[in-house]
């Protein structure tokens, strides 16, 4: 199975020598489309909800050592997880890891008492479709070069917090286009590849409206933000 990513901006693949570091964390053998993955997308997130980090070979050891009473292991499991190699997490708390196994890659769960050992990374990635929804349809975030804009004083407009949002929101999409919408009800996500990220707005809370870029996109990352803020300084008394 092979899992294909809409990417949202620029990507920093694993160079040969990165690789080749990799390989050589722990003694046994690395997945090859885990390999893959780094060759293609480097580090970064899909959909915001599942993030892979470095390479780590003593995360799993360091952090959990003193507490892996907190899950059931089955055999040998639970040295195999020690000695494991952490790829990435989830915004729940999940840890994804490499394990020496015919089944090599393994979820340390936060919300539940059973490690999942799965077979490829594009398992790993369709176990967390079904628990989120994403009906296939993915983007990567690159870590790469990212800033954060954000506007988070609504407070001040007190009952009008929500208007004002939705202002900025209906501004934004006269404004300006975009090439992929997420969430579109509740707290819709725009991707945009011309700032090598997004902007999301809260229409649920009113809290804050987030921009994602690329620092080598800033120049019109910036003409975003300011454009918002201009709409914004409309409602300010």
């Not at 499991?77 to 020690?82: I, N, V």
């Not at 369709?126 to 954060?148: A, C, I, N, P, T």
Request: aromatic letters at 16%.
């Amino acid at each position: 199975m092979t899992i294909s990513l809409y990417t949202t901006g620029d990507v920093k693949q694993y160079t040969a020598q990165e690789i080749e570091a990799v390989k050589e964390l722990k003694e046994y053998s690395i997945p090859s489309d885990y390999l893959f993955f780094l060759k293609t997308y480097g580090i970064g997130e899909i959909n915001n909800l599942l993030m892979f980090n470095a390479p780590d070979k003593d995360y799993v050891k360091s952090t959990f050592s003193e507490y892996m009473d907190i899950w059931q292991w089955e055999k040998d499991d639970e040295q195999k997880a020690l000695n494991s190699i952490s790829i990435g997490s989830t915004i729940d708390g999940d840890v994804i890891c490499l394990i020496d196994a015919e089944a090599p890659y393994m979820i340390l769960p936060r919300h539940s008492e059973r490690p999942i050992k799965l077979n490829s990374l594009a398992e790993v990635i369709v176990h967390y479709d079904k628990m989120y929804g994403l009906k296939g349809d993915y983007y990567f975030d690159s870590y790469d070069d990212w800033e954060r804009l954000s506007f988070d004083d609504f407070i001040q407009f007190k009952e009008r917090r929500m208007e004002v949002v939705e202002q900025m929101h209906q501004a934004f999409l006269k404004g300006y286009t975009f090439d992929k919408a997420y969430h579109t009800e509740e707290q819709p996500l725009y991707l945009i590849k011309e700032i090598g990220g997004w902007i999301r707005f809260d229409l649920v809370y009113g809290h804050s409206i987030q921009l994602k870029y690329q620092k080598r996109h800033a120049e019109k990352a910036v003409e975003v933000y300011d454009f918002l803020q201009e709409i914004m300084k409309l409602y300010i008394r």
